[in-house]
């Protein structure tokens, strides 16, 4: 009897074993992870072991070409090539990409290979983006809902500091780059400068530049990516490559000297109060000529950019601010995008001053969107390193020289938003119209925390000058590809 019951009883606990573990199993997000976190967490772990495993895979050159010479080690690295092929061609064709990796054509298999999975990467990012923007609760085939900025705005709250930001992203609006005259381009070809006139130049730009038939010429080049065909037309004609990668004010930046006035005591030139201060919106190319025709008889203005990277792949610059003692301006650099290489008249003049805050990003934002570049520069930003300010924020900066407290609302805002809403414009608009006070405020200090010697200026003048410098780059010409150019340049009867 006491048998009976005892068995009764195991399997009764049995029962509810399997009971539970039925209802887990129900409760799974899918097999093996409880939830989102459990998944994620596990990815981010399985990447993490990756990232680590490549690391300690032969580097590229003459390491790589050294195990590449044993036969052992060929086998293996076609075998594993073969079967990361394989897995990234499911996920292609999971996700209704095109997903034929493996049959391609051996002599731009590198170039084909980098282009599909490139294109795989916008669908299947712009999938996500489409599945979060519905979790969010919002349907993408409405029509546009605008301004953004007035719908209630999610809070980020940053783990390195106690403030917080609000991130305004605007719904459903149509991608600007749908209409830029100019096709953006993701793929990993060497990014070639779109400058094609140099104002202000001393060393002339090289002939590449500036014939721009030059591709129309070469009709043989037309089936392979542009930066690869200007790569090709650079060895063909025994051209230096290197022209087509160099900063094009490199000869003027290097020659640059710093006159005595910008490196003596300057007395801070009081900011015209923000209300009486006229704003002009710039967003045809006759208001832009206008502008730079008024930028080139000054002696300085303020410069900021305002950049939109969320679900982006290499971002886009939305928005320019120039501030000069008396007016402000903002310039719709999506709508302007093609034209704003104007502005390099005065970019580009060695007599006047641009004064950026953290101009890092700027620098290549400007190369690479507008082909715009800059000489005689001053970074606010390096001038507060220098004189060891307890934060070099401009917001600090702001509230230091000024007495500002800046509007940290829209710091994450989405800036494709047009129109723009008055809270953003006037955000923007902060961001320079007191730089040049600041800009004078930051010689002053650094003249008088050096005993009136411009030494501690001058560096910071130098270090201005090597931002400046600065060259967007993306993409890659490695060893081989230059070999695969040797070969394609063959394949099509070219001496190289």
């Given at each position: 009897?006491?048998?009976?019951?005892?068995n009764?009883?195991?399997?009764?606990?049995?029962?509810d074993?399997?009971s539970?573990?039925?209802?887990?199993?129900?409760?799974?997000?899918?097999?093996?992870?409880?939830?989102?976190?459990?998944?994620?967490?596990?990815g981010?772990?399985?990447?993490?072991?990756?990232t680590?495993?490549?690391?300690?895979l032969?580097?590229?050159?003459?390491?790589?070409?050294?195990?590449?010479?044993?036969?052992?080690?060929?086998?293996?690295?076609?075998?594993q090539g073969?079967?990361?092929?394989?897995?990234?061609?499911?996920?292609?064709?999971?996700?209704?990409?095109?997903?034929?990796?493996?049959?391609?054509?051996?002599?731009?298999a590198?170039?084909e290979r980098?282009?599909?999975?490139v294109?795989?990467n916008?669908?299947?990012?712009?999938r996500?983006?489409i599945?979060?923007d519905?979790?969010?609760?919002?349907?993408?085939?409405?029509?546009?809902?605008?301004?953004?900025?007035?719908?209630p705005?999610?809070?980020?709250?940053?783990?390195?500091?106690?403030?917080?930001?609000?991130?305004?992203?605007?719904?459903?609006?149509?991608?600007?780059?749908l209409?830029?005259?100019?096709?953006?381009?993701?793929?990993?070809?060497?990014f070639v400068?779109?400058i094609?006139?140099?104002?202000?130049?001393?060393?002339?730009?090289?002939?590449?530049?500036t014939?721009?038939?030059?591709r129309n010429?070469?009709?043989?080049?037309?089936?392979?990516?542009?930066?690869l065909?200007?790569?090709?037309?650079?060895?063909?004609?025994?051209?230096?490559?290197?022209?087509?990668?160099?900063?094009?004010?490199q000869?003027?930046?290097?020659?640059?000297?710093?006159p005595d006035?910008l490196?003596?005591?300057?007395?801070?030139?009081?900011?015209?109060p923000?209300?009486?201060?006229k704003?002009?919106?710039?967003?045809?190319?006759?208001?832009?000529?206008?502008l730079?025709?008024?930028?080139?008889?000054?002696?300085?203005?303020?410069?900021d950019?305002?950049?939109?990277?969320y679900?982006?792949f290499?971002?886009?610059?939305?928005?320019?601010?120039?501030?000069t003692?008396?007016?402000?301006?903002?310039?719709?650099?999506?709508?302007?995008?093609s034209?704003?290489?104007?502005?390099?008249?005065a970019?580009?003049?060695p007599?006047?001053?641009?004064?950026?805050?953290?101009?890092?990003?700027?620098?290549?934002?400007?190369?690479?969107?507008?082909?715009l570049?800059v000489v005689?520069?001053f970074?606010?930003?390096?001038?507060?390193r220098?004189?060891?300010?307890?934060?070099?924020?401009l917001?600090h900066?702001?509230?230091?020289?000024c007495?500002?407290?800046?509007?940290?609302?829209?710091?994450?805002a989405?800036?494709?938003?047009?129109?723009?809403?008055?809270?953003?414009?006037?955000?923007a608009?902060?961001?320079?119209h007191?730089?040049?006070?600041i800009?004078?405020?930051?010689?002053?200090?650094?003249?008088d925390s050096?005993?009136?010697?411009?030494?501690?200026?001058q560096s910071?003048?130098?270090?201005?000058?090597?931002?400046?410098?600065?060259?967007?780059?993306?993409?890659?010409?490695?060893?081989h590809?230059?070999?695969?150019?040797?070969?394609?340049?063959?394949?099509?009867?070219?001496?190289?």
């Amino acid at each position: 009897m006491s048998l009976s019951k005892s068995n009764d009883d195991s399997n009764r606990e049995v029962l509810d074993s399997n009971s539970d573990t039925n209802e887990e199993d129900k409760n799974e997000l899918c097999p093996g992870f409880k939830d989102v976190d459990a998944f994620v967490k596990h990815g981010f772990g399985v990447v993490l072991s990756a990232t680590k495993a490549s690391a300690g895979l032969p580097q590229p050159g003459d390491e790589f070409d050294f195990y590449r010479s044993f036969p052992g080690f060929q086998e293996f690295c076609e075998s594993q090539g073969d079967q990361i092929l394989q897995c990234m061609s499911q996920i292609m064709q999971h996700h209704g990409c095109r997903s034929h990796v493996k049959d391609r054509n051996k002599l731009t298999a590198v170039e084909e290979r980098f282009d599909l999975v490139v294109d795989s990467n916008d669908v299947i990012l712009e999938r996500a983006g489409i599945l979060l923007d519905e979790a969010d609760g919002v349907n993408r085939n409405q029509k546009p809902v605008m301004p953004a900025g007035f719908q209630p705005p999610k809070i980020v709250s940053p783990l390195f500091q106690s403030e917080t930001f609000r991130l305004l992203h605007a719904k459903n609006i149509a991608r600007p780059q749908l209409k830029f005259k100019e096709k953006i381009d993701n793929s990993n070809t060497p990014f070639v400068p779109k400058i094609f006139i140099k104002p202000n130049a001393v060393k002339p730009l090289p002939s590449y530049f500036t014939n721009k038939q030059i591709r129309n010429e070469r009709p043989e080049d037309l089936d392979v990516p542009a930066a690869l065909a200007d790569l090709i037309h650079q060895q063909r004609t025994q051209e230096h490559v290197e022209d087509m990668f160099a900063h094009p004010y490199q000869y003027e930046l290097d020659h640059l000297t710093v006159p005595d006035s910008l490196l003596s005591k300057p007395e801070p030139q009081m900011y015209k109060p923000i209300a009486e201060t006229k704003l002009s919106f710039i967003d045809s190319l006759e208001d832009l000529v206008e502008l730079n025709e008024k930028l080139c008889k000054l002696s300085e203005f303020a410069v900021d950019l305002e950049h939109h990277s969320y679900r982006s792949f290499l971002g886009l610059t939305c928005l320019m601010q120039i501030s000069t003692r008396d007016e402000d301006f903002i310039i719709d650099t999506l709508e302007l995008r093609s034209e704003m290489y104007i502005l390099n008249e005065a970019f580009t003049d060695p007599t006047i001053v641009k004064v950026f805050h953290g101009a890092d990003s700027d620098i290549e934002w400007l190369q690479r969107d507008f082909g715009l570049y800059v000489v005689n520069l001053f970074d606010t930003h390096q001038g507060s390193r220098a004189l060891h300010l307890a934060r070099n924020s401009l917001d600090h900066l702001l509230r230091h020289f000024c007495n500002v407290d800046s509007d940290k609302r829209y710091q994450l805002a989405d800036w494709r938003i047009r129109p723009l809403p008055n809270e953003m414009v006037q955000y923007a608009r902060t961001d320079t119209h007191y730089l040049l006070y600041i800009y004078d405020c930051v010689r002053a200090q650094l003249l008088d925390s050096n005993h009136g010697q411009p030494g501690l200026l001058q560096s910071v003048w130098n270090k201005s000058k090597d931002i400046s410098l600065t060259v967007f780059m993306t993409g890659f010409v490695p060893h081989h590809l230059v070999h695969y150019v040797g070969r394609l340049a063959f394949c099509r009867g070219v001496q190289i």
